[in-house]
């Protein structure tokens, strides 16, 4: 480790020339924007709904997915939410760990003695369980996108917003148990039982199955590339640079070289947890998502009860607005499409990275891992994104600390405002928030960008090193430079994962059918052999 460290060191040391100089920044800015406009006009063109408010196509694809799957899936957001907790707590990790029939069907006493004596030789491949899947996905989601983006989207669109963002989570959450069920169903499994899965492989493999194998190889090349640059911008340089400037906000250290600091800092850190792969990722976000999200919707929860008596005017204000857009630029369309926008840029569902992550899952049944996946949109668009937004509708009753219909710039400090005005200093909390959010999230980027590089450059502790030192040193340089159009087309990567991720879902949602029905199979052959007297097997497990 300390070899890989100095490494690492050795590495940013080149570069810091570079990051010093007034210039650079400005250098790479027009760089990125002479050779790569295109690209970001192309991904994120808009289609006008008036005159006022116009709306990328790519999210139409992506929110007219998520309608798709969920009919398609009957509501299985709604039907599946409970059965997605029971998964969660391990009520049916027997099952997943060795299969149903083996355990439950036809058991005879003496066959259930021999099954218990010899149960722990038949585990199933995996390297994580399904609340680590959940939380090293969830740590790349849950982020500055639930503290500022939520502020944004009601400065332009108003308390009616929150409606619309909530409709998004709720509708990606079919899309995550779509195409995270794919990302378990054809992962590859390494001899050393490294677990190598997501898009590019359920668009090889997966439509090979249905005689589209050359079609399939091109949208799992295209999407490679695509998280590959959406890692080290959006997934990196974006996040370091945000929680580098909020820490010399904190401290008041402007004008000081306390950004590259920072960033070097960051970068080690990040490093220690990265080269441990996404077991030790996952053992961080186990603990690191649980506890930042908990200590913000502790204080969300803080000021809702001190401000009780507001909570109904709040809830009949986003009503109202969802549907009127009185006051509001570009009316009702101009709501619907700050809160669909916020709901589905935050939770990513329908872009395919998280199904990278919930691919590692130790289960037998894919569908198992889309189910736990389901609870991801809930948690981070229906439930922190709305506790957001209820604090700044709340506290602005009283503080008047935005005008709807009157864009801001920066989420983070309003969001604050709120905050603050109830719970003295608690900027001071948002602040770590902020630089936690940015960590968990950069690490579980660092796998999905490294998922992608060894799809393409092949598999290897070279190959995943080179990746891993990159991306470290694209840490430190976010934290030094204004990114401008490098973050812009760093977005338009993310996003445009949408396109073959999207399309290879559609196509492939018999398969997830079929999965789902497996799944339910076996958890009906648990429950039957349960009520006939068989011995629940999970204390063995």
Known sequence: MKKYLLLLFTSLLPILTFAQQPTASEKVDVFFQKYTGWFVELIFLEIPFSETFKIPWVLI??????????????????????????????????????????????????????????????????????????????????????????AVALSIGGPGATFWMIVAGLLGMASKFAECTL????????????????????LKKGLAQKGMGGFGKFLAVLFAIFVIGGSFGGGNMFQANQAAAQFVQLFDLQGTSAAIYFGIAMAIIVAVVIIGGIKRIAKVTEKIVPFMAGIYVLGAIVILAANYMHIGDAFALIFEGAFSGLGIAGGLVGVMIQG???????????????????????????????????????????????????VIVITNFDNNIIQYGVEVKEGVELTASAFD??????????????????????????????????YLFGRGKVTEFIYKILFCIFIWVGSVISLGSVINFSDA??????????????????????????????INTKHEALDEGAEDLRKHM
């Open 421 to 454: 005005s109830v719970i003295p200093h608690f900027s001071i909390v948002l602040t770590v928030a902020v630089i936690l959010f940015a960590f968990s999230t950069m690490i579980s980027w660092s796998y999905y960008g490294m998922q992608g590089w060894v």
């Open 61 to 150: 694809v992506l929110i007219g997915g998520a309608m798709y799957f969920t009919f398609y899936f009957k509501l299985i957001n709604f039907t599946g939410f409970g059965t997605a907790i029971r998964v969660v707590r391990g009520k049916y990790e027997d099952i997943e760990k060795h299969g149903a029939d083996t355990l439950y069907g036809d058991v005879t006493p003496n066959e259930q003695e021999n099954i218990i004596e010899t149960i722990r030789d038949d585990n199933a491949d995996g390297e994580v369980s399904h609340f680590q899947a959940l939380t090293a996905a969830l740590s790349a989601t849950v982020g500055l996108g639930n503290i500022a983006g939520v």
């Open 493 to 522: 990567m993310i996003f445009a994962m949408v396109v073959p991720n999207i399309i290879g879902v559609i196509l492939l949602t018999p398969v997830v059918r079929k999965e789902l029905k497996k799944y339910m199979n076996a």
């Open 340 to 390: 669909v926008r916020r709901g589905a840029f935050s939770n990513e569902a329908g872009v395919g990275s998280a199904a990278i992550a919930h691919s590692a899952v130790r289960t037998k049944y894919p569908a198992s891992e889309g189910i736990v996946a389901l609870l991801e949109p809930f948690i981070d668009t229906v439930v922190i994104c709305t506790m957001t937004a209820l």
């Open 183 to 202: 990302g378990v169903k054809f992962r590859d499994v390494g001899p050393d039982g490294t677990v190598y899965g997501g898009p590019m492989y359920y």
